[in-house]
């Protein structure tokens, strides 16, 4: 497969990590990445385009359309759509935000994800390392808000939580810190669009670390 570029990121920048199989990308993803953007205060997103979910028994598709879909899909001049989980050879998330702080020494990184992950958050491997390394955006899906507030997560770490237009400093806090947005969200998703029979490829969505 034709790697795509390491994307580029200078010391000082702000830059949201969007991790998942992207199995296919559409439109919910560039609604989320876009209010990340101007909700959390960020210079650019990479959505990273997981290699595969250890986890699970079924793949998803092929990586290179995958990659070229995603493209296709979000369109915006702050974000990178980035193969660099399988570039770095990194299957957790808390492996892949230290590979990236060791690469792009300087660079502010925040971990974006939606409510539904903040829900089972503490399930995922070193979980706790990941809010000690990177500040946490949280963007509220449809059906997932009264979970993912009443989770261990966000009870652990209730302190932490910025509110309101604080969330715009999310970036240049220091971890452990998170903020919980609420968005008018898009009910589109990948299973969805698979199911309709409008994408050709595997069965997995979200990121390696969900279960």
Known sequence: ????????????QVVGLLGGSFDPAHDGHVHITKAALERFGLDSVWWMVSPGNPLKTRGPAPMEARLAAA???MRHPAVKITDIEAQLGTRY???TIAALQDRYVGVRFVWLMG?????????WQDWQEIMA???VGV???PGDRIAARMSKAARMY???RLIGRAALTLGRSDAPMWSFVNLPMSEKSSTAIRNAGKWQGGSV???PDEG
């Not at 497969?1 to 000082?12: I, L, N, Q, W």
């Open 1 to 12: 497969m034709e790697r795509y570029k390491v994307p580029y990121a200078r010391a000082g």
């Open 158 to 160: 209730r302190a932490k």
């Open 205 to 207: 969505e979200g990121h």
């Open 139 to 141: 963007l509220a899906r």
């Open 71 to 73: 493209r296709d899909v």
């Open 93 to 95: 998330t808390a492996e």
């Open 115 to 123: 409510a539904d992950n903040l829900a089972q958050f503490h399930r």
């Open 133 to 135: 390394r990177v500040p």
